[in-house]
């Protein structure tokens, strides 16, 4: 096949969820629309095996270069995995994972995906199913060497599953703690738009193009020379006042420079809600400097790779929250479990992606939905089973 779908249209720049866990105040106030969904014993879950796994390549040209402090790229680079799967019935659906490369965020690239989830299909056909607590370790036995592989694999290998369920896949998700539990899931979810780096007026272009379609909250790439950042947050905030901004230095500052830059945007008067990873992933003393100054909560997102990361960073207070993405923690399975260790420990929670399109970006949203919500333009979940998606052949657009 050739890697390219109708279905796949991608904006330029990801999205960002924030603040998974609200406060009791703000869930008072009914930030954010929230369906609640009921989980009985008669789902009508069956025992289910893996007929198949495929890789393809998924590279869909961005609308504009994707530029943050450490690198660019102008096409997506990722893996589309079909996953099909059979119940004890003889029904099978088929379900869809995106693993996305987005070097040198990522260790890995296109070509080492493709291969490394091509080498571990043969081990996953014929494994059996009960649930989705089974998932996880099936696929870490398969891919234990990337993560991102493992994110793609597992999300279709859930996709398909909850698919054979009928259900969607936060419900899905949400009922992994037991048969009958009862969730508050969020179905209509707020996100921002990220700016990536670019000249001011560029990107005062792009921000007043995105607030005509309804975005009023931007996520700014900064970390290369804090000035130039400083000139372009306020071309931004003079092409659109009602502006909010979340900015993401990439681990690009050391911790002076990344203070700086946040006391100049806000003595400007500017709205900044977060900041994300200011300095580089393993200065965490530098990241613990900028929480302890920063007026505004610093998320750590490179730094937030494991359960080891997320103990590090509760230890030397070193951020106020952490970004969760499916590629960097290996799936939606181990993104819930760690969303869920961070938020009972205090931390609040940001949800992005690394250049993913709607396949991954909505495995992402699942995930948040089956948190429960968030604060944060409104993407609204379907109900259909898994994902709600489906992949159409033929030559990739870009509306």
């Not at 720049?13 to 924030?18: E, K, T, V, Y």
């Not at 893996?50 to 893996?79: C, H, K, M, N, Q």
């Not at 234990?144 to 054979?164: F, H």
């Not at 302890?292 to 590090?312: H, K, Q, T």
Request: net charge neutral.
């Amino acid at each position: 096949m050739t890697g390219q779908h109708r279905f796949f249209a991608l904006r330029s720049g990801a999205s960002d969820l924030w603040n998974c866990s609200p406060s009791p105040r703000e869930a008072r106030q009914g930030r954010g629309a929230r369906g609640e969904v009921q989980i009985s014993d008669a789902a009508g879950v069956l025992r289910s095996s893996i007929v198949s796994i495929e890789v393809e390549p998924l590279s869909i040209p961005l609308r504009e270069p994707f530029v943050i402090a450490t690198g660019r790229i102008d096409t997506t680079r990722a893996a589309l995995v079909r996953a099909t799967l059979e119940d004890e019935r003889g029904r099978r659906a088929t379900g869809l994972g995106e693993a996305a490369a987005l070097p040198p965020v990522t260790r890995e690239d296109q070509p080492e995906l493709l291969a490394s989830i091509a080498a571990a299909a043969p081990a996953l056909q014929g494994a059996a199913i009960a649930g989705v607590d089974d998932v996880e370790a099936l696929v870490a036995r398969a891919l234990p060497d990337s993560s991102v592989a493992r994110a793609g694999v597992e999300a279709a290998i859930l996709d398909g599953w909850a698919r054979l369920t009928g259900r969607p896949l936060f419900v899905a998700l949400g009922a992994g703690a037991g048969a009958g539990a009862r969730m508050s899931a969020a179905t209509e979810l707020i996100t921002d738009i990220t700016l990536p780096i670019s000249d001011p007026d560029r990107m005062a272009a792009g921000a007043a193009a995105h607030r005509r379609a309804g975005f009023t909250c931007f996520k700014v790439k900064v970390g290369r020379d804090w000035q130039a950042d400083l000139a372009s947050l306020r071309a931004v905030a003079g092409a659109v006042p009602d502006a909010s901004f979340r900015l993401d230095a990439n681990a690009g500052f050391a911790p002076r420079e990344a203070l700086a830059l946040v006391r100049a945007a806000l003595d400007d008067g500017l709205r900044v809600e977060c900041y994300e990873q200011p300095c580089a992933v393993d200065d965490v003393a530098g990241m613990a400097e900028v929480a302890a100054g920063s007026p505004v909560p610093v998320v750590a997102d490179e730094s937030f790779r494991s359960a080891a990361d997320l103990d590090r960073l509760l230890a030397a207070r070193a951020a106020q929250a952490v970004n969760l993405k499916l590629g960097k923690l290996g799936g939606p399975l181990a993104a819930l479990a760690l969303a869920r260790r961070a938020r009972d420990a205090g931390l609040r929670l940001m949800a992005g992606a690394m250049v993913e399109t709607r396949v991954g970006l909505l495995a992402m949203a699942h995930v948040v939905a089956a948190l429960g919500g968030f604060d944060g333009p409104r993407l609204r979940l379907a109900t259909d089973p898994g994902l709600g998606v489906t992949a159409a052949a033929g030559p990739a657009r870009t509306p």
